[in-house]
């Protein structure tokens, strides 16, 4: 019982604007992060990504220490602007040996390398067709696309479409994805990332008919606040409208009829042509990968009331309210992180039993993961015994949830080395690798393997046996 498979994919994650730094070496173009620290409502006293944790200068070096980790897998995204210079698709033969560089290297040590094909970081030059709010989007991502499996399909088995598409409709401007100069609907930015992914998904089928790919939402439980039918119904409905919208349209080809009403009921539209239809249907991933971070409780409030009662802080877990549907509220059964984040591991086993009971695919999980405020001890260490509590507690789970029979590729949390939050400075720390940096002072970038660097190496020796 409680097996882990034999070839179970440990590893970890990571992203390349919050990773890479470098924003203008290597024939880079610009991206709507490049400048995400600019913007009006970007929070004061922390960092962008100009910089980041510079692992574009030091991979080498990084892949080296997951190497050290015992890591079978590394989930990482590849930069669209350092790959594609312009509008016209025109390629950035740097960006290619990079990333070729990269791969080579993981291969090297046996690590499967997990490829996110977009993970926040348009280019800049995707305004000029008008950015998501455009139908067109899906071709020129398609285009980009192309390029990656050319390049990269003969080593990549791997591959994930969009990170957290649900993210970027609800919290696109929080974790600034979402351009200033965007005007279509939520929705309509969902759609047209939703078209975008299936058309990758029928190309990959295509070209590379011997890999695997598959979607990376954000999917968490979702929990009533209290036994009262109205905050079940809010329940189901945030359940709809948090998880499985997204899950459904690339699963089973379409959105649910539900979402198709409730979309009527709060007269926003949807632009979706024939064609579209056509290619969501013919375009269902191997896996199913998500993030998973916490649960969501929700408590119904009916439209009227709901202004008076809107949380300030919004972000990819709480805030969220949706009128006539209800709201977030807190769980006071649950701890919470030094962002705020409730810790919910037994949320895991339910979330991923709830995943694979809807859709029967194999689960592999992109991020999950504990950010934490950490200074470096006079001898250069951190002892982050909250980390490994954490992994300890969520792997458990996740293992229970393999004995209920959920079948499950691999666990590649959030993240392998420090990087750069969404929206919260570098100080709120995710690694298994402490970077020497501060908010603004960049310092040596030194890399400093934390107490749970060792305990995750032992784990993964083990296979998690015993957890
Ligand atoms: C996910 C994103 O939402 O959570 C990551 O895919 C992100 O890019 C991670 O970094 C943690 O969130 P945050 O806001 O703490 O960086």
Not at 90 to 114: A, R, S, T
Not at 151 to 158: A, F, I, T
Not at 263 to 272: C, M, Q
Request: net charge neutral; proline share 3%.
């Amino acid at each position: 019982m409680n097996k882990f498979p034999k070839n179970f994919l440990w590893g970890a994650s990571s992203s390349a604007y919050q990773f890479e730094g470098a924003i203008n070496q290597g024939g880079k173009v610009p991206s709507i992060m490049d400048k995400f620290d600019e913007r009006k409502n970007y929070p004061k006293g922390i960092t962008g990504f100009k910089v980041a944790t510079d692992h574009y200068n030091h991979w080498k070096e990084d892949v080296a220490l997951m190497a050290e980790m015992g890591f079978k897998s590394y989930r990482f995204s590849i930069s669209w602007p350092r790959i594609i210079k312009n509008i016209k698709g025109d390629v950035n033969p740097e960006g290619i040996k990079f990333y070729n560089d990269l791969i080579d290297e993981l291969i090297k040590y046996n690590i499967e390398p997990v490829v996110t094909i977009f993970h926040f970081d348009t280019p800049t030059f995707i305004e000029e067709i008008g950015g998501l709010d455009s139908n067109q989007f899906s071709n020129i991502f398609e285009l980009y696309a192309k390029v990656l499996f050319e390049n990269y399909g003969s080593k990549v088995k791997y591959w994930l479409t969009i990170n957290e598409l649900n993210m970027f409709a609800f919290v696109g401007q929080v974790i600034g994805v979402i351009s200033e100069k965007s005007k279509a609907s939520k929705w309509q930015i969902m759609h047209n990332l939703n078209v975008a992914q299936a058309k990758v998904i029928r190309l990959c089928k295509k070209m590379l008919p011997n890999v695997k790919i598959g979607p990376a939402p954000n999917i968490s439980s979702v929990y009533a606040n209290s036994n009262k039918p109205e905050d079940h119904l809010a329940k189901l409905n945030f359940d709809q409208i948090r998880n499985w919208i997204f899950l459904d349209i690339v699963c089973r080809g379409e959105y649910g009829t539900w979402f198709k009403n409730f979309l009527k009921k709060i007269k926003e539209e949807i632009i979706i042509t024939k064609e579209e239809e056509e290619i969501l249907k013919d375009s269902k991933p191997d896996f199913i990968a998500f993030n998973y971070y916490s649960t969501m409780t929700v408590e119904y409030v009916s439209a009227q009331d709901i202004k008076k009662t809107l949380d300030n802080k919004i972000d990819q877990h709480s805030g969220l309210v949706i009128p006539g549907v209800g709201k977030t509220v807190k769980n006071k059964n649950l701890p919470k992180t030094d962002y705020g984040w409730e810790i919910d591991y037994v949320g895991f086993r339910n979330t991923l039993r709830e995943v694979y009971d809807r859709y029967q695919l194999p689960i592999m999980i992109t991020e999950n993961g504990i950010g934490a405020k950490e200074v470096l001890t006079k001898d250069e260490k951190i002892h982050d015994n909250y980390r490994i509590e954490y992994y300890q507690k969520h792997i458990k789970a996740m293992s229970e949830a393999i004995s209920d029979g959920v079948e499950m590729i691999g666990y590649m949390p959030w993240s392998a080395i420090d990087l750069v939050s969404t929206h919260e400075g570098v100080s709120k720390r995710y690694g298994f690798v402490y970077v020497n940096r501060d908010e603004f002072d960049e310092k040596d970038m030194k890399r400093i393997r934390k107490d749970s660097f060792f305990w995750y190496k032992e784990l993964i020796e083990r296979n998690g046996e015993n957890i």
